[in-house]
Nanobody
């Protein structure tokens, strides 16, 4: 059974940084694309970044481009999201999810990162940016 577990959320001041982790169990990263999503209170879940190492693909939504960096550690089957210069509008619950097919990440610059194309989700980790 494939499971994703996020960690690393917390509360930071504007301009601060956090690094989120998404560890995969029951499978390896090889051949999979992993996406990061976030959901602010009262808003729809937003796809913000994805990565596929085996079919090299990388995507950032405009809202996080230049501030967030996604990366992988295949030795521990973990995907990281380094978040710098955090702002109050970054507040929300952050989820990682496995894409149904690696092509969903490859096509994300055209289609956006879609929740319906991801079928295995972590439980989420809260990120709060507040002064």
């Amino acid at each position: 059974q494939v499971q994703l577990v996020e960690s690393g959320g917390g509360t930071v001041q504007p301009g601060g940084s956090l690094r989120l982790s998404c560890r995969i169990s029951g499978a390896t990263l090889d051949g999979h694309a992993i996406g990061w999503f976030r959901q602010a209170p009262g808003k729809e879940r937003e796809g913000i970044s994805c990565i596929s190492d085996s079919h090299p693909s990388l995507y950032y939504a405009d809202s996080v481009k230049g501030r967030f960096t996604i990366s992988t550690d295949n030795s521990s089957d973990t995907v990281y999201l380094q978040m710098n210069n955090l702002q109050p509008e970054d507040t929300g619950i952050y989820y990682c999810a496995a894409a149904q097919h690696w092509s969903h990440c490859t096509l994300a610059p055209v289609t956006g990162l879609r929740t319906v194309e991801h079928d295995i989700w972590g439980q989420g980790t809260q990120v709060t940016v507040s002064s």
